[in-house]
Every structure is written in structure tokens, then in C-alpha cells.
């Protein structure tokens, strides 16, 4: 039986509760901060981050891990008795962090190394990989779990309220037209990953309307799919997010819940106070 490694970068940022039992080895990005380098998740931790962006006259900027960094962790994977890795990260379309697995796969020998794109970030990466997990610890062969991480991504989602546009343009992650729907009339833009890109989908007069239309988008995306599974997603806004989740619970009747912090890596392009759901639906 081919024994699996699991490989993600430090944007999916799985809750404890879900990886409980499953070995996931975690490839950082960088965080580069008024002439300070740190690895998210490492060096520097969500609360500590947004507590010191929200204030900051520095924007900080990010760095996707180097092919020597994932090269590194291959290697190291394969030393161990790992005969095959499963490396599932962060979308094309914001980071470069595929390219560099790409890369150092392609340096790499003796190993069978599954370079998978989520099309998506933080826990819409984590459903599909912790899907791929699940199936890695039943035996299932490497091509196995890859067909099973790329089907649970169609079941997969990702909605998101950002306090402003400004940090998603300022990084390069979403264009000047989408962010003319957070400038007027100081609206709260409504966010979906599709396709792998963030899309400015709606603007809402109040954090309190936008938060009752994520849910209500929520449902919609969900429709009538079971089981569901659902995530809220936070930066630095915890007691909002405990409410967010409790609301869409009840409207959806999850079979499992978590709330996430949105790793620094993520969070240097969305903002603090950013809210949003993760979910799967469907995934049997």
C-alpha cells in the first residue's frame, strides 16, 4: 500500500479540529513588513498580524514559498518512507505558490509528487484536501486522491464581505473597476471565488446588510445539496464570525462547522475585519 504524504502552503490554514488526525505538512509563504521578513503561520500568527495591519503606515507585501522551499519538503517527505505526495495549494490566479511546487516536482526524484491547483484559498482549499486526506488514510492510490480533490473542488465554495477594497487592489488581486464598488457611498463590496479569481459580485449600504446577504447567497449556492460542511472565515473578527456561523447553520444544517482565521498571507490582500463562508455541499 503506497504510503501518501499530504502537502498545502500556509494560505489554506486548516483549523485544529479538522486536521485532528491527518499529517499535513505546511509550506510558508512570506510576509515582507517595513524590512522584516516572516513566515505566515510561523513567525508571525493572525491576531498579532491584523492587530498591527489595521494601524500600520506600512503595507506589508507576501512572497510565495521558493521552489527550494517546497524542494526542501519533498525531499525531506521522501526520507521519511513517503513513496508518493499529494501538494494541493492555492489557486494560479493569486499566488505563484503553484508555480514553485511545479518547479521543484520537476527537480525532485524518486518520489511521485501530485501537484494539485484548488482553484480557490484558505478552507476552499481545505475541504478538498482534507476530502484527498480522508481517502489517502483509506488506502486509496495517489491518482485516487487526485481525482477525488479535484471532484469535491466542484462541490466547493467561497464567499466573502471585506470592510474595503483597497488592500485587494493595492496587492494586484482584483481591478479598478471592482474596486469602484467599495468606494462609493463607503458600501460593503460582497465577494465569490469563481473560477480560481476573486469576483466583486454585489455592494451593500451596511456591514449588517451584507452579512444577512452572505447568508442569504449561502443558501442559494448550496440549493438543495447534502451534506453540507461549513466554514466561516474571519480576520481578527472572531465574534462576528461565531455569529455569522450560528445564522448560517440554521439555515443550512451543517454535519460539521469550523471557524477560521484567514492566514496573514491572505489577509495582507483582503484586509482586516474580512467575513465569509467556506463551504462544501454535496460530497458524499
Known sequence: ????????????????????????????????????????GVDIQPTEFYKRLATSKETPTTSQPTPGDFKEMYEGLAKKGFSDILS??????????????????????????AVVDAHSASMGTAWPLLEGAKAAKQGKSLDECVEIVKKTQEHTGI????????????????????RFLGTALKL???????????????????????????VELLIERIASRTPVHLAVLHANAR???????????????????????????VGTHTGPGTLGFAFMAGVK
Open 88 to 113: 494541493v495549494h492555492i489557486s494560479a490566479k493569486f499566488s505563484g505558490t503553484m508555480a514553485s511546487a511545479e518547479a521543484a516536482k520537476a527537480q525532485v526524484s524518486g518520489i511521485n509528487i
Open 239 to 265: 465574534e462576528d464570525a461565531m455569529k455569522l456561523l450560528e445564522e448560517g447553520s440554521k439555515r443550512v444544517n451543517p454535519i460539521e462547522t469550523a471557524v477560521a482565521d484567514v492566514s496573514p498571507a
Open 159 to 178: 464567499l466573502l464581505m471585506v470592510d474595503t477594497l483597497e488592500f485587494l487592489y493595492r496587492g494586484g488581486r482584483i481591478g479598478g473597476g471592482a
Open 1 to 40: 500500500m503506497a504510503k501518501i504524504a499530504l502537502v498545502t502552503d500556509s494560505t489554506t490554514y486548516i483549523p485544529k479540529e479538522l486536521s485532528k488526525g491527518f499529517e499535513i505538512n505546511v509550506v510558508p509563504s512570506v510576509i515582507i513588513w517595513g524590512g522584516e521578513t516572516f513566515r505566515d
Open 188 to 214: 460593503k463590496p460582497i465577494l465569490e471565488v469563481q473560477e480560481g479569481a476573486l469576483e466583486a459580485i454585489e455592494r451593500v449600504r451596511t456591514k449588517g446588510k451584507a452579512l444577512d446577504r452572505l
